[in-house]
C-alpha cells in the first residue's frame, strides 16, 4: 500500500483546496443541440459519475480534476481532453448507469461514518486498498430550502487504504460534490471508530443546504455492502426516505424491509392512517411519488414488491388507489407517463398490480384509465394524440396506443370496461378516436384500427369502439365527411377521412357491419338517409366527397356494397346522392364524383347506374343539370363520360338521359329554353369520337 508522510490533523472533514472550492459547474456545461434529446447540459448525475468512474479505474483510487479542464466558456466540445470525456463523461447516462452488477443500498445520513467504517473494514478483508460508490440523495424536507428547485443530488464516494510512515493503516475518505466541481471533501483517520461520529452532512459544503439528506442511496461496482442493515438506521424517522430511495434504484428488498417496519406494533402505534399513506406515496419536494420513481425506469421488481405491501397494508381501498395512481406534481398518473414514453415492461407490470389489487373492478379501471387532473384526458387519449403530449415526450409512433391497448385486454375486467378504456374518452364523452381523426394523427388511426381488429372483443363491442360516437350520437364519419362550420381549422380532412375509412375497410368486421359504419344509416336522427348522401348534397367543392368515393371503389367491399355506398339513396324517395347534388347545383361535387367513378375498377353496368343517377321518377342527372341550365357541371359531365373507357353504347345511353316518358336530356334542355347548355354539350358531342350514326341520334331534333 502506498505510504503517506506525516500526518496533520484531518480526523474531521475538510476541503483541501479552497480557491478550487468555489467553482461550481453543475447544470453549467451546456451540449450542443440534439445531443441527447431532453437535455441541453450535463448535471450533477454525470459529474459524480465520472468521478466515481475514473476513481475505481485508477490504482490508488484517485480523481484529476484536470480532467474537467476546458477552453473557454464551459461547454460540452470544449474540454482539452476529448478522449477522457468520451469515455467517463458520455452524456447518455441512465439513472446513474446503474446496472444489474452495481450493488446497492440505502443507509441514513446520520450513519454515513458506520457505512464507511463497514466499507473499510470490507476492504481490509480482501485485501484491496480502494473504493467507489455513487451516493444519491433526495430532498423530503417540508420546508423550504434555498434552492428550492433542489429535490435530489448525486455524489460521490472514493475510499483507500494507505499506510504512513509507522506502517500504520490509513483510512482516507473523500466526498465528491458536483457542486464543488474541482474539488471533494476529504477525511482521513486511522482508527475507524473516529468515522462512527461522522454524518453525511459533515461531508457537505456548509455554503449550500441541501435540506440535510437524510437518507442516501450507495451504488458501487466494488463493495457488496452487505453489512448489518441495523448499523444504517436510525429507526422509523426516515422511513419515507427510504421507501422512495429503494424504489427509485429498484431494491425490492429495501421496500420490504420497510413494509416489516410497517407491521411492527411500535411503528404502526405511532402512525395515524394519513401519516401511512403519506409514508407509503414517499414523494419528494418535486411531488414524485415512490412508485412513480420505480415506475420511470422500469423497475418492475420494486413495483411489485411495493404492490404486495399496499395489500399487506389494511388501508381502506380509495387510499390504496391514490397511492397506485401515483400522479406528479401535475396530477399526470405515472401510467399515463409509462405509456406515452413507450416503457413495455413498466405497463405490464403495472396491469398486474392493479389486477392482484384485490380493488373493486370500478376501481381498478379508473387506475387503468389514469387520467391526467388538468383536463381530465386518460391515457389512451394521450396514446392516440400525440398533439396533446408535452413536449418533452417522445415521439414513438404507434408503440403506446399497442403497449396500453394490451394492458387493457390482459386486465381481466368485464368487456364493457375494457371497451370503455379502450374508447379513451374526453371528460366531455367524446372518443379519443374521433379527436385523433379531426387532429389529423392518421398513422395512430390505422394503429388503433389494428389494435380493435386484433383484441378478441366481440364484434358488436369492436364495431362500437370504430364507430366512436359523441355523447349526442354523432359517429365519427358523420363528423369527418359533415365537418361543422369553423371545421376548416381543422388541417388534413382529407387525410383524415381516408385514413378512418381505410381502417373501417380493413377492420375484417362483416361487410353489412361496415356499411353501417360509413353510411350512419341506422342512426336514428337521419331516419336511413346515409351519410354520403348528405356530403354530396351539402358541400361545394367536392373534395371529401371523392376522397370517400376513391377510397370505397378502391376497396376490397364487393361491388353492389360499393354501388350501393355511392348511390347513397334515400330509402323513402329512392333519391340518389349524385341526382341530390346536381338538383342542388353542386356541380364541383358532382364532376368529382363523376370522375372517380369512371376511372374505377367498376363494371361497366355499375358505372352507368351510378352515373345516370336515376330519382323514382326515371330522370337521370344528367338531364337535372340540363334542365336547370347548370352549363358547367353539364359540359363537364358529358366530356367526362366522351373520354371515358366506356363502350360508345353505353355512353350513348348516359348521353340521351331518356326520362321514364322517353325524353332526352337535351329534349328537356330545349323545352327549358337552355339553349346555352343545348350548344355547348351539342358542339362537344360533335367534337368527339363517337360514330357519327351515334351523335346523329343524340342530337336528333336538336
Not at 454515513?112 to 478483508?125: I, N, Q, T
Not at 419528494?284 to 414488491?305: F, R
Not at 384485490?358 to 391526467?372: F, S, T
Amino acid at each position: 500500500m502506498e505510504r503517506e508522510g506525516p500526518a496533520a490533523s484531518k480526523e474531521t472533514p475538510y476541503f483541501p483546496d479552497n480557491e478550487r472550492r468555489v467553482t461550481d459547474l453543475n447544470g453549467q456545461i451546456l451540449l450542443t443541440p440534439d445531443t441527447n434529446p431532453g437535455m441541453d447540459r450535463l448535471w450533477c448525475r454525470h459529474l459524480a459519475r465520472a468521478y466515481q468512474r475514473a476513481a475505481e479505474d485508477d490504482d490508488n483510487g484517485k480523481f484529476d480534476f484536470s480532467r474537467f479542464a476546458m477552453v473557454g466558456e464551459p461547454h460540452y466540445d470544449n474540454f482539452v481532453d476529448r478522449a477522457w470525456r468520451d469515455n467517463y463523461l458520455p452524456p447518455f447516462e441512465e439513472n446513474l448507469g446503474l446496472a444489474p452488477a452495481m450493488q446497492r443500498t440505502v443507509i441514513d445520513g446520520d450513519r454515513f461514518g458506520v457505512f464507511l467504517g463497514e466499507a473499510f473494514k470490507e476492504l481490509a478483508s480482501t485485501g484491496k486498498n480502494h473504493a467507489t460508490a455513487i451516493l444519491v440523495t433526495a430532498n423530503f424536507s417540508e420546508t423550504a430550502v434555498a434552492d428550492e428547485r433542489y429535490t435530489g443530488h448525486a455524489l460521490s464516494v472514493s475510499m483507500r487504504i494507505k499506510q504512513d510512515g509507522e506502517s500504520r493503516d490509513v483510512y482516507v475518505a473523500r466526498v465528491y460534490d458536483p457542486n464543488r466541481t474541482l474539488t471533494h471533501k476529504r477525511v482521513r483517520v486511522t482508527d475507524l471508530q473516529l468515522l462512527e461520529r461522522l454524518t453525511f452532512h459533515d461531508f457537505l459544503d456548509t455554503d449550500v443546504d441541501y435540506g440535510r439528506p437524510s437518507v442516501l442511496t450507495v451504488v458501487s461496482p466494488s463493495l457488496s455492502l452487505e453489512h448489518d442493515p441495523a448499523l444504517t438506521r436510525t429507526g422509523d424517522a426516515t422511513l419515507k426516505g427510504r421507501l422512495h430511495l429503494a424504489m427509485q434504484a429498484n431494491m425490492p428488498w429495501e421496500v420490504r424491509a420497510v413494509a416489516r417496519q410497517l407491521r411492527n406494533p411500535a411503528t404502526r402505534a405511532n402512525l395515524s392512517d394519513e401519516e401511512r399513506i403519506a409514508l407509503l406515496a414517499g414523494k419528494d419536494t418535486s411531488g414524485a411519488t415512490a412508485l412513480g420513481a420505480a415506475m420511470l425506469w422500469g423497475y418492475v421488481d420494486a413495483m411489485a414488491m411495493y404492490g404486495l405491501t399496499l395489500r399487506e397494508s389494511d388501508l381502506k381501498p380509495e387510499a390504496q388507489a391514490e397511492l397506485l395512481a401515483a400522479k406528479d406534481a401535475e396530477g399526470v398518473p405515472a401510467l399515463q407517463l409509462a405509456v406515452q414514453n413507450g416503457h413495455e415492461d413498466t405497463v405490464s407490470e403495472y396491469g398486474k398490480l392493479v389486477f392482484c389489487s384485490g380493488l373493486d373492478p370500478e376501481m381498478q379501471a379508473g387506475l387503468l384509465a389514469a387520467r391526467r387532473s388538468a383536463d381530465g384526458l386518460p391515457a389512451m387519449a394521450l396514446a392516440l394524440l400525440p398533439s396533446q403530449r408535452a413536449n418533452d415526450i417522445p415521439s414513438l409512433g404507434a408503440i403506446p396506443l399497442h403497449l396500453y391497448g394490451a394492458m387493457v385486454l390482459r386486465s381481466g375486467l368485464p368487456v364493457d370496461m375494457q371497451a370503455e378504456l379502450l374508447a379513451g374518452k374526453s371528460p366531455e364523452g367524446v372518443p379519443a378516436l374521433q379527436l385523433a381523426v379531426l387532429l389529423g394523427h392518421q398513422a395512430e388511426v390505422l394503429a388503433y384500427g389494428e389494435l380493435v381488429r386484433g383484441s378478441g372483443l366481440p364484434l358488436a363491442t369492436q364495431a362500437e369502439l370504430l364507430e366512436a360516437k359523441r355523447p349526442n350520437g354523432i359517429p365519427t364519419m358523420e363528423f369527418v365527411l359533415l365537418p361543422p362550420p369553423g371545421a376548416e381549422a381543422l388541417s388534413n380532412l382529407e387525410d383524415s377521412l381516408r385514413a378512418y375509412g381505410t381502417m373501417i375497410l380493413q377492420s375484417g368486421l362483416p361487410v353489412e357491419t361496415q356499411i353501417d359504419l360509413l353510411t350512419s344509416r341506422k342512426r336514428p336522427e337521419l331516419q336511413g338517409v346515409p351519410t354520403f348522401y348528405l356530403a354530396m348534397a351539402g358541400q361545394k367543392d367536392g373534395k371529401l366527397v371523392a376522397c370517400f368515393a376513391s377510397m370505397v371503389l378502391r376497396s376490397e367491399l364487393p361491388e353492389d356494397a360499393k354501388v350501393m355506398l355511392l348511390a347513397a339513396s334515400v330509402p323513402k324517395y329512392g333519391l340518389p346522392a349524385l341526382w341530390r347534388a346536381v338538383d342542388l347545383g353542386n356541380g364541383a361535387t358532382a364532376c368529382q364524383f363523376a370522375r372517380e367513378v369512371l376511372q374505377s375498377e367498376l363494371a361497366v353496368s355499375a358505372k352507368v347506374e351510378l352515373l345516370a343517377g336515376k330519382d323514382a321518377t326515371g330522370t337521370p342527372a344528367l338531364a337535372v343539370a340540363m334542365a336547370k341550365g347548370a352549363r358547367g357541371t353539364a359540359s363537364f359531365l358529358v366530356r367526362q363520360i366522351l373520354c371515358s373507357d366506356l363502350p360508345d353504347a353505353m355512353k350513348v345511353e348516359l348521353l340521351a338521359g331518356k326520362n321514364a316518358k322517353g325524353v332526352t336530356a337535351l329534349e328537356g334542355a330545349v323545352k327549358a329554353d337552355r339553349l346555352g347548355v343545348v350548344k355547348a354539350c351539342r358542339n362537344i358531342i360533335r367534337r368527339s369520337e363517337l360514330p357519327p350514326a351515334m351523335q346523329a341520334e343524340l342530337l336528333a331534333g336538336i
